[in-house]
């Protein structure tokens, strides 16, 4: 009861309630600069969170500027948290050449992001709003075709796919998205568990009415401010639209060291915090069952797992963790481990459960060094039509590989494989290495057994030049081994 109580107080704290209009009151007065010709009702509010992002804002801001809906179309409110670099000397000029640039320089910093995103809640006019994150940029078609979604489906979310740029290396971010294909009026009960993988600002757009009709904002926190937003869109929303079109690119060109010491216990309460308020919040069902167990899988991961983080790894960290676990969440009304995507996570959970913190340190101790074995050293032990990492002990769980893939033979471009797995799979893909979205191609194959399938390749397969995949029932995918032993 008492634990309650400081959660309680710690959502008023953090402004969490949505029935609270004072996070308006608390926000930071501004100077605006603008540009000569604003547009009074723009069809797309563009919000920009800005702390001293300098060396990345030409590129977003052009992405603006080049959208095919139109610059006057298009109201951009640039935020700046008081940032100490050339932010500002950066953003000014595209005020004098173009329309509809608006840039609020605040007088105090929030520090965070969602300072800046909640004054442009509250000065946004467009008929739909989107948050870009500062070093991120457009597609020049994506306001357009997101805007065009929303038009035709008469949802108030929509979603697109986004890329994300980690030094010129591009990867999907939105499996979902791109793999089911398009959606209009799809449910939030329907949105498989992995739609929860990512819930953060890009490539999304809603309708800026149900913002401000149901007092959205984001809450005075650092971390997870963004998630407990959109979620709370999805919840009002009820209903999606979902684009299959790359719209966005996430940049992650950012030092990845400094990233994983950002996780730290701040974080993790921080994240706790989020998920009690919506577990109280919002009623039981499906959207909320899977949102929650997709984060606390990450949290497992980030909190019990890993050791490469700025928490170190110990017995008390994941002490830590249970009794956070405890506080803010306490006994769930489901079971989120069924949607865990590996056995370490599900029998991470298991140990936490027993609070059986001893057991669970020498579970992973022992799970890192198998671990290395199999990764490095190809170590593995194969039981039934599954394969595990090494044993090591007959004390220690065994924790299955989620799938092993190997090709056998190769004539006439069909290729015979084994996929030896738990997952169920849907089917084979190749793709260049050069366009690894557009040039994906789904392959013909015929089972031949249980765990033998003989897939037809592309007739320009090359296997230094394509990548070769199974594909599961939960967007996992794999690469097949011993491949390019049989292409020539």
Known sequence: MKDFEEVRQEFEEYQYNLEDFSWKEKLPSFQLYTSRVITPVPKVSVIIANYNNGPYLERMMNSLVEQTLGIEQIQVLFVDDCSTDNSLEIVRPYALEYPNIEIYQLDKNTGGAHGPRNVGILNARGEYVVFLDADDWYTKEALSYLSGLLDKSKDDFAVSGLIQSEDEKLTLKSKPYF????????????????????????????????????????????????????????????AITQGKELTTFLNRDVDNASLSRSINSHFMISWFRALSYINQQFPNDASKERFLSRRLEWLIYDFCLRRDTGYKFSKERLQDFKNHLDKYLGTLAFD????????????????LKKNDINGLYKFVNWQSVRWVLYNKLGMKKKLDDSFYYPVLSSKLPKVRL?????????????????????????GFESRSLKDPFYSRKRLEYQKISDNEYQVTLPEEFEDKNFRFTVVFDNYLEIGVRDLKKLVK
């Open 336 to 351: 989120p481990s069924p949607y865990f995507r590996s056995d370490v996570r599900q029998i991470t959970w298991k140990y």
């Open 402 to 426: 989620n799938a092993y893939a190997v090709a056998e033979d190769f004539s006439d471009n069909k290729v015979l494989l084994k996929v030896f797995t738990h997952q169920n799979v849907v």
């Open 179 to 238: 793999i089911d294909g398009d959606f209009m009026n799809r449910s939030i009960e329907e949105l498989p568990p992995e739609f929860y993988g990512w819930l953060g600002p890009q490539a999304i757009m809603l309708r800026l009415a149900l913002v401000h009709e149901n007092n959205l904002h984001f809450v005075n926190q650092r971390v997870a401010d963004d998630v407990t937003f959109f979620y709370e869109a999805l919840q009002f929303s009820k």
